[in-house]
C-alpha cells in the first residue's frame, strides 16, 4: 500500500496531492501537497503529534501504539530524511 511520504496517509484515487504543473503527485496526499508545494510548516514531531489521534480513530490503535508506530516510521518517509 502506497502511503503521504509525509502524514502517511494511504494514497488511493482522489487522495493524491498535485504538482505546480497540475499533475497528481506520487508521493504526497491532497492534505499535505498541493499544486508542488507543503500546505503546512511543521516539523516532523508537529506532524506526529497531529497525525496520531487520527490513526488512533481510523485503526483503533491505543494512542501509546500510534505514537510508537509513528515514532518509528516517520523518521522514513520521504519528507523527513535526515
Known amino acids: 500500500m502506497e ?4 502524514c502517511m496517509m494511504p494514497l488511493s ?3 493524491y496531492g498535485s504538482e505546480e504543473d497540475g ?3 506520487k508521493d504526497y496526499c491532497k492534505f ?22 487520527k490513526t488512533v480513530e481510523a485503526t ?10 509513528s515514532e518509528e516510521l516517520f523518521p522514513k518517509l520521504k519528507r523527513w530524511l535526515k
Open 23 to 25: 499533475s497528481e503527485s
Open 60 to 69: 483503533g490503535m491505543s494512542e501509546e501504539e500510534a505514537r510508537k508506530m
Open 13 to 15: 484515487p482522489g487522495m
Open 3 to 6: 502511503v503521504c511520504q509525509s
Open 32 to 53: 499535505c501537497y498541493k499544486d508542488g508545494k507543503f500546505t503546512f510548516d511543521r516539523t516532523m514531531e508537529e506532524m506526529i503529534d497531529f497525525c496520531v489521534p
